[in-house]
């Protein structure tokens, strides 16, 4: 089916209302004969209809001939050198030839002055980490005239975008809100005939947003009318439910596909499934309004599929494996299939749907916790003094004291100079509970890191990579993941795991990682994930208790196929090595001894217990272990168990305290008495094998 077609499709299901004053906008500038260079900045929250503005604007401009380059920035390799490459490779599906230039800004110099060239960007807050590249080196070197660039964010604009002396007058925000009583009539109405008592309950219920206006009239269009509990869903939370139920069964096997992969053409949905999509099912996708048409194929709404895609781990795990296989391994041989321009892309959906795959339950990060529903951004100046606080529960079992000071000074300039290294994850109320931060290393920040950590930066870096022009940056440099540690609905490993895997999304083909560690469980986890390890060359780097090492992933050579599909095929083969083999583990008896008090939750767990066959009788056994006085445990093993572990399993300051040490010295103690115990535990099953 030729895009065309789909957009006439498209056009017949779909049913754009309001944002007058941004269509006018965007009108007067196509219909300037000059059209001086532009650029449109759409803010707003989730289900806001950002993306249903993007693609109307868009077909407004090819309506008029103008030629359309979309991105997503969800599709690029967050380094200046992925935006550059994925910016030729979708210049040349706009049947743009760049091979005559050096880069593709040169090109839009070149181009018919008749036809308009239009850039849009959607998800843009996820290239947040070269914001500064497409401030200072992209933007200002585009054409003066015949150029827009249009970008869709859940960010506001920044201040430095309006005091930019390049962008000044240049700039055309278009925040977004809920849509106003009237053109919440005109979107109903253009369903058909309604009562007047239901537009207005639906008006009522959806209080202008977008996408549960959509929803809601979708639910009606099925049915004919909603119920009192249809109303309830949609009004408190976008679900599963709802979501499944506006779906016909025919076509749900297609909606799983595009809730495991950011975007799926027919061909693609056809391959995964093991049968033809016909065209009526294709055209039958696109009516579902949390649907939408993309250069690349179909994809869900963001909000969507995030429901979609926690329900099916909750209904169907092992379907969920299967097709996370399927699309995976489709993706490999296409990557492998695939000259080096056009890869970047399906780089990013492989990334995005193997890294699901990490290992679990590990001390260091913890991946089975509910994702969060926070979006990590970048920190701003006022989040300093929280910080600082999180640097302090960092510090104090990460380094020795006299280690900690250049960690302070490092935020703080960072925070100045170089804000989209530092990301931050928020609670409800809007406080930073936890903070990573990875340095993109070129000219200006390999000078602060190397100010800083002098050590460090000997150790991973020559003088020319921390000198290298912003351009050609593609390393980043992992300074710390840092959370909280005593919230009620996250342990401190699963926020370092929510902050982990999200930073896990900067990597792709043609970059690197790269950083030093001490911490036994984050070297472990890291080589697990594919990281190689080496020593340090000295000794400055160590702590008083630890050696450190440099470990360091390299996708630069073509090696991110391999390193991408390890995480969901290896985490199949290790599941089985685990049920056959059952090797107690240090993290598997913390995560037993943070559980002993809901026994049900056990069971998983029986497996490493050959002599033991109910919940009870292996909490009964822990217990004697760690209370007997007469088991070969020392005294200040059980203290630290019984006084620290037990009562405070998810509040390292308050087992601290119980303990009467420091933070730092309970750590470090605490990880041996475990040790100590997983070893006791495992002698006890050598025994009974033996006998």
Known sequence: MNSEELNNQMNRYHHFTGR?????NFRKWLSNPEAPFRLFYISGIGGMGKSSLLMELAQIAMNDHARVISLDGGACLKTPTGFIDYLSASFQLAFMNTGDYTN????????????????????????????RLFI????????????????????????????????????????????????TVTYTQSYGTMKPELIHKIIRISGGLPLA????TDSWLMHE???????????????????????????????????????????????????????????????????RLLPEGLAIHDIARAHLLSDLKLREPERLKSLRTKAAKLLYHQLSNTKKGDRRPIAAQLLNLCKDGLPLNRLYA???????????????????????????????????????????????????????????????????????????VHQLTGRILKKYFPAEMAECFSEEELSCSLERADTYYTVLGAAADHLPNYSQEEL??????????????????????????????????????????????DTSWAKADVLELDLRNNQFGNWAMSFLLGARHSLSLAVTHAMLTESVVRRILKLLRSPADLQPYLIYFAEITNVQELRQHLIEVIFNDSSILSDEDRMLLKSGVLPYPDNTLAAAEACQMSRATYYRHVQKAINHLTHILQQEHVVRDSL
């Open 20 to 24: 007058e004053e941004e269509l006018a």
């Open 104 to 131: 593709p800004i040169e090109a839009l110099h070149h181009v018919d002055p008749d036809h308009r060239i239009i850039i849009s960007v959607d998800h843009f807050e996820q290239l947040k980490l070269i914001e």
């Open 496 to 541: 370092v795991g929510l902050l982990s895997l999200d930073r896990l999304s900067l990597l792709g083909e043609g970059s690197r990682a790269i950083l030093v560690a001490t911490n036994a469980h984050l070297k472990d986890f890291l080589e697990q994930i594919g990281f190689t390890k080496r020593p340090t060359k000295s000794r400055d780097c």
């Open 366 to 440: 913890d991946f089975s916790g509910t994702t969060s529903t926070s979006p990590l951004e970048s920190a701003p100046i006022e989040d300093l003094p929280a910080l600082y606080t999180l640097l302090d529960l960092w510090c104090a079992y990460s380094v020795d004291s006299w280690q900690s000071a250049p960690y302070y000074g490092l935020v703080e300039e960072l925070i100045n100079k170089a804000p989209e290294s530092i990301v931050v994850l928020r609670n409800d109320a809007g406080k930073p509970i936890g903070m990573f931060i990875a340095v993109l």
């Open 213 to 216: 206006l959509a929803l809601l």
């Open 136 to 183: 200072n080196d992209f933007l200002p070197h585009l054409p003066d005239n015949c150029v827009a660039v249009i970008l869709a964010s859940r960010l506001s604009l920044m201040e430095e975008w309006r005091i930019h002396p390049k962008l000044d007058r240049k700039i055309i925000e278009m925040p977004l809100r809920e849509f106003t009583y009237e053109e």
């Open 225 to 291: 009318q909603l119920s009192d509990q249809e109303y309830q869903l949609i009004s408190q939370k976008i679900s599963a439910k709802v979501l499944r139920e506006l779906t016909a069964p025919e076509l749900q096997p297609m909606v799983d596909v595009l809730t495991i992969l950011q975007y799926a053409n027919q061909e693609t949905i056809s391959l995964i499934i093991g049968h033809s999509v016909t065209r009526t099912h294709y055209l039958s996708l696109l009516q579902l309004s949390f649907i």
